[in-house]
């Protein structure tokens, strides 16, 4: 059974931080690539960043220098480290997996950056 269970949502203050995380299971996470999405009510879901199995990172434009993906295998989990967040961070953000035609969803984590 695949199972893709992100953690680490939450409300934070414009300025803090926050690390989601995504345990993965039931399929052989080492050769997917794994990507955060984030989607806000009636806006199209948007590629955050990804990292392939080989540890290529990509961005979108409005969180490079500020957001860090990493991958750990030997825990099936894959990481999102968010700082200097925003209010327009505020989103539901899922974990994504594909391996070429393959493609699992988790069921998403709630970030809100509000004062």
């Known amino acids: 059974q695949v199972q893709l269970v992100e953690s680490g949502g939450g409300l934070v203050q414009p300025g803090g931080s926050l690390r989601l995380s995504c345990a993965a299971s039931?399929?052989?996470?080492?050769?997917?690539?794994m990507s955060w999405y984030r989607q806000a009510p009636g806006k199209e879901r948007e590629l955050v960043a990804s990292i392939s199995a080989g540890g290529n990172t990509n961005y979108a434009d409005s969180v490079k220098g500020r957001f860090t993906i990493s991958r750990d295998n030997a825990k099936n989990t894959v990481y999102l480290q968010m700082n200097s967040l925003k209010p327009e961070d505020t989103n539901v953000y899922y974990c994504k997996a594909n391996h070429i035609w393959v493609t699992y969803w988790g069921q998403g984590t709630q970030v809100t950056v509000s004062s």
């Open positions: 039931g399929f052989p996470f080492s050769s997917y690539v």
